[in-house]
């Protein structure tokens, strides 16, 4: 398996508060990905990275923030989290950008 | 239209029976596919690459038909550990746009 961690693992917050999300890979993959996974909608993409301080949207990025730091490092934060921040969210590491993505555990969030 | 699309299914089918399941996309510059498994509240997991002539792993046999923009996913003797959702994965790379597509996923399961 691909060595990919993502904390925590679950999570319940309240309106308005700050969450963030971590995901680390042992990997040392160029490209990490953040995704949500909703019923009904498959997995969206939120943010992805193509190394160190190289980020950019993907098609959900609104309400969403991420940053990386270090190779290893991908952070999600959700500036004020909504009820409709609901979700599973998975991260995802990449070799190149047409590669193959391999999935972290996932997040389990809930923003009551 | 949707970029990519999958039959939700559920697939119900007996044990040691052959399924297939077909994945349609519509952006003809699409460059990779891959086919993913999903178990239940579980990260998606790779399947296999999908390569343009075809490409086959024990009972799993993928096939990319780039005319008519589909790829297909063949399971023969199944078993009940099958069972689980099938994502298609869609990446177009053409020039500096990038975007990897995930189907909503078609979901087999496999009756005793």
């Known amino acids: 398996d691909a060595g990919i961690t993502q904390s925590p693992r679950h999570k319940v917050t309240e309106t308005g508060t700050p969450v963030t999300l971590r995901c680390h890979q042992t990997?040392?993959?160029?490209?990490m990905y953040w995704y949500r996974q909703d019923p009904g909608h498959g997995l969206r993409l939120i943010h992805y990275?193509?190394?160190?301080?190289?980020?950019d949207k993907g098609e959900v990025s609104d309400g969403y923030s991420v940053s990386r730091s270090k190779t290893e490092d991908f952070l999600l934060t959700l500036e004020s989290a909504t009820s409709s921040q609901t979700s599973v969210y998975f991260c995802a590491i990449a070799r190149d950008r047409v590669y193959e993505q391999y999935f972290g555990p996932g997040t389990r969030l809930t923003v009551t | 239209r949707k970029e990519v699309e999958q039959d939700p299914g559920p697939f119900n089918v007996p044990e040691g029976a052959t399924v297939a399941f077909n994945c349609t996309y519509s952006?003809?510059?699409?460059?990779?596919f891959f086919w993913y498994r999903q178990d239940c509240r579980k990260e998606p997991k790779l399947l296999m690459s999908v390569y343009s002539s075809g490409n086959e792993d024990g009972r799993f046999t993928a096939q990319l038909n780039r005319a008519s923009q589909y790829i297909s996913l063949l399971i023969r003797d199944s078993k009940l550990s099958d069972s689980a959702t099938y994502l298609c994965v869609v990446n177009i790379d053409s020039g500096g746009y990038q975007k990897v597509t995930f189907g909503t996923g078609t979901k087999l399961q496999v009756i005793p």
């Open positions: 990275s193509y190394g160190v301080k190289d980020t």
């Open positions: 952006n003809s510059a699409s460059q990779s």
């Open positions: 990997e040392n993959h160029r490209y």
